[in-house]
């Protein structure tokens, strides 16, 4: 019955954040644009609007939410999140990395559109996103919108999400130690997930202690994502689970599952489970769709 509040709200989050950004990226100019080139829009609207899981906006919303924060800052910060994690994901796919033809069951913005067009679109939602957090429509003080800024800068960056991305391409050809494995993930997918619960926080102005909290939760859950990945990478039958393939151990890429194996890793699952609820203790029953998330997070089947 939790399970399925859970699954319920993540939907009518998602439903919420999809109307928001498909309204943000229509072809229509906005706030002192001189125009939007209609191909450019509809590139970036394949790589955003083609159903996701919208895990991130979820959990912006959700640690705001905690914090008693009203929706309409939660949900801008949530779609310049998902602007963020799309680009990556577009770019991710490029010849020049991935190579992937098919995305979220589509075809990918390079296959559909054409390799510029998928660069162009992933630096326009990049650029996008944090443009989205500073607007005037954002309805932050100017002092949240700076740390906010700051904040997810860092984590889409150097020290989060392309430096790890540059760390695991890398990867492929000298594989690293269990320590360096941890570190990259934490930064190629850990530092998005965390941001997104750390600006829950913030958005609702948490005391320092508390903002930590959701950082350290958003760690959690964000290692136990990469893992739940892994697993799905080896035990996916990939034709069968709806991954698109068992690319990575394919590719044979050093992955804590390939160093310590399926049983290890799901006990390591439970753990961060559990962390993750311990960590939101203190927040009694008002964080209960969190505590759920991190279950969902680490037994997802896709
Ligand atoms: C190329 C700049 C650049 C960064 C790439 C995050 C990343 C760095 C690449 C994504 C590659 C990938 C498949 C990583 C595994 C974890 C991951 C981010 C999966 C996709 O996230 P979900 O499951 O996807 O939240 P949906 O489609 O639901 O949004």
Redesign the pocket.
């Known amino acids: 019955q939790d399970t399925s509040l859970f699954q319920m709200t993540l939907l009518h989050r998602a439903a919420a954040v999809e109307a928001l950004l498909t309204d943000l990226l229509s072809d229509q100019p906005q706030d002192g644009e001189i125009s939007r080139p209609p191909r450019l829009m509809a590139a970036m609207r394949h790589g955003v609007l083609n159903g ?5 906006p979820f959990l912006v919303m959700e640690s705001a939410a905690l914090f008693g924060a009203g929706t309409p800052a939660a949900l801008r910060v949530a779609a310049a999140l998902e602007c963020i ?1 799309s ?3 577009v ?2 796919d490029l010849p020049a ?2 190579n992937d033809d098919m995305r ?1 069951g589509q075809p990918t913005v390079h296959r559909k559109f054409d390799e510029a067009a998928a660069i162009l679109a992933g630096d326009s939602l990049l650029t996008y996103a944090f443009e989205l957090i500073a607007a005037e429509a954002t309805e932050l003080d100017p002092g949240a919108k700076v740390a906010l800024v700051t904040a997810l800068a860092r984590a889409a960056g150097i020290g989060g ?2 430096g ?2 540059a760390l695991d391409l890398e990867a492929e050809k000298v594989k690293p130690d269990e320590a360096g494995i941890i570190r990259l993930q934490a930064m ?2 850990g530092a998005l997930i965390r941001f997104a619960c750390e600006a829950g926080a913030m958005i609702g102005n948490a005391n320092p202690e508390d903002r930590e909290r959701l950082a350290e939760y958003g760690s959690a859950i964000g290692l136990a ?2 893992l739940a ?1 892994d697993l799905l990478d080896v035990t996916a039958d990939a034709a069968h689970m709806g991954k698109a393939t068992g690319k990575d151990a394919a590719a044979g890429k050093a992955t804590l599952v390939s160093l310590h194996g399926i049983d290890w890793t799901k006990r390591q699952l439970s753990g961060l489970v559990a962390q993750a609820e311990e960590l939101l203790a203190p927040f009694g029953e008002k964080a209960a769709l969190l505590k759920q998330a991190a279950r969902f997070i680490a037994e997802r089947q896709s």
């Open positions: 996701g899981k919208r895990l991130r994690h680009y990556s994901l770019h991710d990395m991935d979220r999400m392309t790890g991305q190629k997918t994502f990469q990945d």
